[in-house]
DNA sequence: TATCAGGGTCGTT
DNA sequence: AACGACCCTGAT
């Protein structure tokens, strides 16, 4: 990896597979905003970092180098050899091959598993600008001033920890627009909280033991647990279904609709193996961004 | 102005 | 195993 350090701000130079557009717009992350064509603002870590991209650089700032070093070069995995993962899965496979092209700079994001798992409760049966805004009303209520973007000069708050949302009640979370949901999200804090739930300690078990666990917690099913544990945990063997990878696996890989969660799921995991997580995000972008199959 | 469905899951048949 | 309901809001 080649960058160094200006006042403020890493310049990485030659960075292949790194598209942040894509990156953020491929479904894993709702902590961010477009400043401008290719500039991005994202909120983690109790940091606000503008990522922005010129010719073949790329700019994150505010940021320093121990900053860089120990925080974003796993959070945006930029230690994973993301061409010789595609040159695997794209072998026999021309659906994978175009789509892999289509989104060629996707990478999964290592994310705070707490966050993730609340995030993606709110995002069932929901849409993405009202995911979005859910996540900020919640960060801005309970979370912790980080202070402005000096960017766009906007006040940022970070996602709040399961200590700072204990005590919230399911009418408190409808007045933040968590709909149906609230009961959901005081379930999965109370679970969290009291430690019947220790997201830290699941890291040990097994990927079907975490499952498990995540499907304990109400408004948790399979696809928000695949999430979890792929976004989360980052455990890339899992291959979330949602209606998009539904739509786009029956339009390139079956040629037939109406086909159960299961086998979905089954194929894709089954032919991607420990590569269905990238896989998946490929397909879902392709699909998203194509309306494939709507 | 009204109707509809959206990054799924739950509770009831 | 199948099916309707669900908070809310932007789109049609």
């Known amino acids: 990896m080649e960058y160094y350090e200006e006042k403020d701000k890493i310049v990485l130079k030659n960075q292949k597979e790194f598209n942040i557009k894509q990156i953020l717009e491929c479904g894993q992350s709702f902590r961010f905003g477009e400043i401008s064509e290719n500039t991005f603002y ?30 974003w070069v796993n959070y945006f995995d930029l ?15 021309l659906v ?11 990478r999964i994001l ?3 598993k707490w966050e993730i798992l609340i995030t993606f409760i709110i995002s069932q049966n929901n849409r993405i600008p009202m995911i979005k805004k859910v996540i900020k009303n919640i960060s801005e209520k309970y979370g912790e001033y980080i202070g402005k973007n000096p960017v766009d000069g906007n006040d940022v708050f970070s996602f709040p920890t399961c200590e700072q949302l204990k005590n919230v009640t399911v009418d408190e979370l409808l007045e933040q627009k968590c709909g149906f949901r609230s009961k959901y999200i005081v379930d999965a804090i109370e679970k969290v909280y009291n430690k019947t739930i220790d997201l830290e300690e699941l890291k040990n078990l097994s990927t079907d033991e975490v499952k ?12 928000v647990s695949d999430c979890v544990i792929l976004f989360g945990f980052g455990r890339w063997e899992a291959f979330p279904v949602d209606v998009w990878i539904k739509r786009v696996v029956e339009y390139y890989y079956f040629d037939q609709k109406n086909m159960p969660i299961d086998t979905i799921e089954k194929f894709g995991k089954e032919k991607f193996g ?5 896989a998946q995000q490929y397909l879902f972008y392709n699909a998203r961004e194509e309306q494939i199959g709507k």
Not at 43 to 71: G, L, Q, S
Not at 100 to 105: A, E, L, N, P
Not at 212 to 223: F, H, W, Y
Not at 274 to 278: H, K, M, Q
């Open 42 to 71: 994202i909120i983690a870590h109790k940091r606000i970092i503008n990522v922005c991209v010129k010719e073949d650089t790329i700019e994150f700032f505010p940021c320093n180098k121990k900053d860089f070093e120990e925080i």
């Open 79 to 93: 230690n994973r050899d993301y061409g010789k993962i595609k040159s695997i899965i794209t072998k026999n496979d």
């Open 96 to 106: 994978m091959t175009n789509c892999s092209k289509y989104g060629s700079g996707i």
């Open 110 to 112: 290592n994310q705070d």
């Open 212 to 223: 498990k666990a995540l499907l304990s917690i109400k408004g948790v099913g399979p696809k």
């Open 274 to 278: 420990e590569y269905s997580g990238i």
